[in-house]
């Protein structure tokens, strides 16, 4: 049974930092391109990072370049967001997502408030 399970979400000041984790199960973690996507109240859900299989290849979002950076660990079979020099229009729940598996996690609420 496929699993994704997300961690590390919480309560910030602005300009701190979180590291985001999130813990897979039940496939073949190191063949799969994995993504993080957030959704803020009353937006739509957006892609903010992927990382192909190997982790040879990301991408982020305009919006967190230079701040955010994903990883991956597939010898632990879990990916991660490390997110600096947050900002309040970063709050939002944030998802880990296997795109060809069209799988979610539950969330971490990340909030970025003074």
């Known amino acids: 049974q496929v699993q994704l399970v997300e961690s590390g979400g919480g309560l910030v000041q602005p300009g701190g930092s979180l590291r985001l984790s999130c813990a897979a199960f039940?496939?073949?973690?190191?063949?799969?391109?994995m993504s993080w996507y957030r959704q803020a109240p009353g937006k739509e859900r957006e892609m903010v990072a992927s990382?192909?299989?190997?982790?040879?290849?990301?991408n982020y979002a305009d919006s967190v370049k230079g701040r955010f950076t994903i990883s991956r660990d597939n010898a632990k079979n879990t990916v991660y967001l490390q997110m600096n020099n947050l900002e309040p229009e970063d709050t939002a729940v944030y998802y880990c997502?296997?795109?060809?598996?069209?799988?979610w996690g539950q969330g971490t609420q990340v909030t970025v408030s003074s």
């Open positions: 039940g496939f073949r973690f190191s063949s799969f391109t």
């Open positions: 997502y296997a795109p060809r598996l069209l799988h």
């Open positions: 990382i192909s299989n190997t982790g040879g290849t990301t």
